[in-house]
């Protein structure tokens, strides 16, 4: 069963969100203490390594919601207090592959953990958004990539100071919105675009990737989308976007920027998110860091995905 279209004004607070229990945090504690006594590189932890049934059970539930639900959730929450940053990522870390299997998330160091943090720079070419505190359009993670992931999960470590609301909306959903007012724009969806590759990949390689933004495989739907990316793919080839595409890209966003499509909520401290990146946006909003730099909003996202290759290009 494929994940159910919803509307984020009809959804409750308490859909998509999981908690971790005291049997989960049971067992979270006694794997922070094996950790502690038998140190390892994080990425050589293994979940089989470890005796964690209750949170096992919990991630099932978790991937049933991802594949067949909602496509979101919200796990609540990873006590940061108790541990220190990289322990929780060594949890999360643990987590995530019981979710599925990480992969890279940058071609040129093969990055299988990343840092979501302001550096300071506009967004551009190789200059990813996330690492900007700009405002950030509804897209799906890696779709300028030959093999994205399916699932993208992030983990809070520390939220900014103010603004970074989370959004997520069902494009399955935007979808069949647009099925009943222009099945034309829905066509034209279903033809190649053009993607700036954000200079991963290398110096032989093309810098711009073409791909439909829609693909059907029988009743599998994969969506793969980021507007800026594509404006600037089209930029770096020295042409201007065809108008049917034009038109069919802004009656798609007009449909994902309606406040009653989407989802809001604030991202905690603590909390991990997993999206079924397939079909469902994300963004965030613009925010402002703490005076402090020792309280910059940080994330840590881990890129999953079972078919190819653990490369970056899968």
């Not at 799906?140 to 999960?153: A, K, Q």
């Not at 520390?158 to 069902?170: D, F, T, W």
């Not at 920027?257 to 909390?271: A, L």
Request: hydrophobic residues 35%; aromatic residues 10%.
């Amino acid at each position: 069963m494929p994940v159910k279209t919803w509307i984020g004004s009809e959804l409750n607070p308490m859909d998509g969100l999981f908690t971790l229990n005291e049997a989960c945090l049971s067992e979270i504690g006694n794997a922070l203490s094996l950790i502690r006594d038998n140190p390892l590189p994080l990425l050589m932890l293994r979940p089989s390594n470890f005796h964690m049934p209750k949170c096992k059970e919990l991630i099932n539930t978790v991937f049933d919601c991802l594949e067949n639900g909602f496509g979101f959730c919200l796990l609540d929450r990873l006590p940061l207090e108790d541990m220190t940053d990289n322990e929780a990522k060594s949890i999360y870390w643990l987590l995530s592959q019981m979710l599925g299997r990480p992969v890279a998330q940058k071609w040129c160091d093969g990055r299988m953990l990343y840092s979501v943090t302001d550096l300071g720079r506009p967004s551009g070419n190789g200059v990813r958004p996330d690492v900007t505190n700009e405002e950030q359009s509804f897209h799906t993670d890696n779709s300028y990539n030959i093999c994205p992931p399916n699932i993208v999960g992030l983990l809070c470590l520390q939220p900014s100071m103010s603004g970074g609301l989370s959004r997520v909306v069902n494009m399955k959903t935007v979808l069949e919105r647009m099925e009943t007012s222009n099945k034309t724009h829905i066509k034209r969806l279903y033809r190649p675009f053009v993607f700036d590759r954000q200079k991963e990949h290398s110096e032989l390689d093309p810098v711009t990737l073409e791909n439909p933004i829609l693909n059907r495989n029988g009743e599998s739907l994969r969506i793969r989308v980021s507007r800026n990316l594509i404006y600037q793919g089209y930029a770096l080839r020295g042409e201007s976007i065809d108008d049917e595409g034009e038109e069919a890209l802004a009656a798609f966003f007009d449909f994902i920027n309606d406040p009653k499509m989407y989802k809001e909520f604030q991202f905690e401290k603590g909390q991990i998110q997993f999206l079924n990146n397939r079909v469902i946006g994300h963004k965030r909003t613009s925010f402002e860091d703490w005076p402090n730099k020792d309280k910059k909003r940080h994330l840590c996202r881990v890129w999953l995905r079972d078919h190819g290759r653990v490369f970056y290009n899968g």
